[in-house]
């Protein structure tokens, strides 16, 4: 009756341990996604933040082009 008692124990404890492991797991992988996410978000912003300046260049590159013409 002990060793069952012992044995349901430890299935208990196993489980728990499963359930621990799995949380933390699923945890890891959130937190990598959400710092993924955020890479491309900063990334995509500072690209954004970029065009701005880049079209002003690409129009005074066409200005001058067009004072050869």
Do not use: S
Not at 8 to 13: F, G, L, P, S
Not at 27 to 51: Q, S
Request: glycine share 2%; charged share 30%; net charge positive.
């Amino acid at each position: 009756d002990r060793e069952e008692e012992a044995a349901y124990r430890r299935a208990e404890q196993r489980w728990l341990w499963a359930c621990v492991i799995t949380a933390l797991v699923l945890l890891a992988v959130a937190g990598y996604i959400y710092f993924l996410k955020e890479k491309h978000r900063k990334k995509a912003l500072a690209n954004a933040t970029h065009w701005p300046e880049l079209n002003k260049r690409m129009q005074a590159l066409e200005d001058a082009l067009n004072v050869l013409y």
